[in-house]
């Protein structure tokens, strides 16, 4: 099996779901006494969340490539990262080493397309759903996406920061994303993307009014078929 590494803390929740789906998924195809060579470098997500300025996302993009040129360095022969938002400063970093880095949108698209869903929602944090970096990876499949509506943003980017990322998961907010979902669907949806790797903490993937991509999910499948010599 190949090496990878993940530039995970982003959060280190997401870093854990991370480890679980990729391990199981190695698991169900290697063997259950098989584990997954990962090398994984947990960064401190306070400096690098909620940022807005040109300078902020030039610090991120300057942590996350000496990150991805450590684990480089260190024998990964392919790399993650670990967050929807951070794919903002992808090229930057995929730019800083010699590895590829497997993008987590380009892989969300690419299963959206195989399953022929021609429109769908996008949500996430703010700049996940209201920025181009990540939408423009759908729409290069011909998938259509609804307009973010502001009041949905807000909702999901206060859920996100204030309760997802400490570990929190309250019935008040599951229930907002129920509503939220009921209302894309309503919009005419076909299908949903979760562009935050902690939403799953609130939704059930596998049982929706609408079909759910779990970006984390899809992420981590690309990423055992490189593991195991497939991609």
């Not at 967050?83 to 080493?97: C, I, R, T």
Request: with cysteine; charged share 25%.
């Amino acid at each position: 099996m190949r090496k990878l590494g993940l530039i995970g803390g982003m959060s280190w929740l997401s870093t854990r779901t991370y480890y679980e789906h990729i391990n199981r998924l190695v698991q169900a195809r290697a063997g259950q006494r098989a584990s997954a060579p990962l090398l994984i470098e947990s960064l401190d997500y306070s400096n690098l969340q909620r940022l807005s300025t040109a300078e902020e996302w030039k610090h991120a993009a300057s942590v996350l490539s000496d990150s991805a040129r450590r684990l480089e360095a260190a024998g990964a022969t392919a790399l993650l990262i670990g967050a929807n938002a951070m794919h903002k400063v992808y090229g930057e970093v995929a730019s800083s080493v010699s590895i590829p880095i497997i993008h987590i949108a380009e892989c969300v698209a690419a299963r959206m397309a195989a399953k022929g869903v021609k429109k769908a929602a996008l949500i996430g944090t703010r700049n996940v759903m209201v920025e181009s970096f990540y939408r423009q990876k759908l729409i290069a499949r011909d998938i259509e996406l609804l307009p973010p509506e502001m009041a949905f943003v807000e909702t999901l980017d206060r859920i996100i920061y204030d309760e997802l990322l400490v570990g929190k998961a309250s019935r008040q907010s599951e229930r907002e994303l129920k509503t939220i979902l009921t209302n894309l669907e309503q919009d005419g949806a076909e299908a949903v993307v979760l562009g935050c790797t902690e939403l799953e903490m609130i939704v059930d993937v596998d049982a929706n009014v609408l079909p759910i991509y779990d970006c984390t999910r899809i992420h981590a499948e690309a990423a055992v078929d490189w593991i195991m010599g497939e991609g």
